[in-house]
């Protein structure tokens, strides 16, 4: 064999085995992406069925919340109107609205989990992972307010309240007249209160942090909308 045929061979096969190792690569990247994709899917699928889920919670303690500054206000009006040393008769399902804050409690597993373990990343969608990422801050604000009813404002005014009055009826009040006060059955039942300055006193911020409370949660649910809409979009184009 000539010199210049075993080189030709040589450089021949040297190209073969250069095109085989790219090939191989170009599999194994196509592989690895079409893996990615298939977490990507599983993730969103999940982040989806989380924030739906949150999108239907939502609405219920907005109108609690709601109840609340109602509520309160008209305790606020009917104990003005009582005058000092005046006393008068207060809806028990109604003064249980004021009292009793409800705390909401987002689902929040799934992404949680995608955080921590850094699967953020498999999320192409740019939108996507901004808004994920931001998540947990707009909870944590839109729940401060919450928190401040729970465990400040709300208890200092139900101890304001048992220093003079017995409001034991609440606790044996139909579990309905939680979610609904306006029930016929619920007006059964009334707690006659006495006018008092300590009570009045804490019943404008306990109105005021619940109306905040419902603005934040609204904000909440629309961003939790919005991520929805977002993630609806990214797995209708996959």
């Known amino acids: 064999m000539h010199m210049n045929e075993r080189s030709q061979n040589l450089l ?7 095109a085989s190792i790219l090939v191989a690569f170009a599999i194994d990247a196509w592989w690895e992406e079409r893996q990615n994709r298939v977490e990507e899917r599983r993730i ?3 982040l989806r069925t989380e924030f739906q889920a949150n999108v239907a919670y939502f609405p219920n303690f907005i109108e609690a919340h709601r109840r609340s500054v109602h509520y309160a206000k008209a305790l606020n009006d009917a104990m003005k ?3 000092p040393g005046g006393t008068f008769t207060f809806d028990t399902a109604q003064l249980a609205q004021v009292i009793q804050n409800r705390s909401t409690d987002p689902q929040t597993g799934a992404l949680d989990a995608i955080l921590q373990s850094g699967e953020l990343r498999y999320i192409s969608n740019s939108r996507i992972r901004e808004a994920l990422a931001h998540w947990p801050r ?3 604000d839109a729940t401060e307010n919450e928190q401040l009813l729970r465990t400040q404002w709300g208890p200092m005014l139900h101890a304001a309240l048992v220093k003079n009055v017995d409001i034991s009826p609440i606790q044996d009040m ?3 007249c939680w979610a ?3 029930l016929e059955k619920c007006g ?3 707690i006659t ?3 008092d300055t300590e009570v009045i006193g804490y019943l404008s911020p306990v109105g005021g942090y619940a109306a905040e409370a419902a603005r934040e949660l609204e904000l909440l649910l629309q961003e939790a909308e919005d991520v929805v809409a977002l993630l609806d979009q990214e797995l209708a184009r996959q």
């Open 44 to 46: 969103l699928e999940s």
């Open 188 to 190: 059964a039942s009334s």
């Open 12 to 18: 021949a096969e040297g190209i073969l085995i250069v």
């Open 174 to 176: 139909d579990e309905a």
């Open 180 to 182: 609904n006060p306006m």
């Open 81 to 83: 109107a009582a005058g």
């Open 193 to 195: 209160l006495i006018w």
């Open 138 to 140: 707009l909870v944590v």
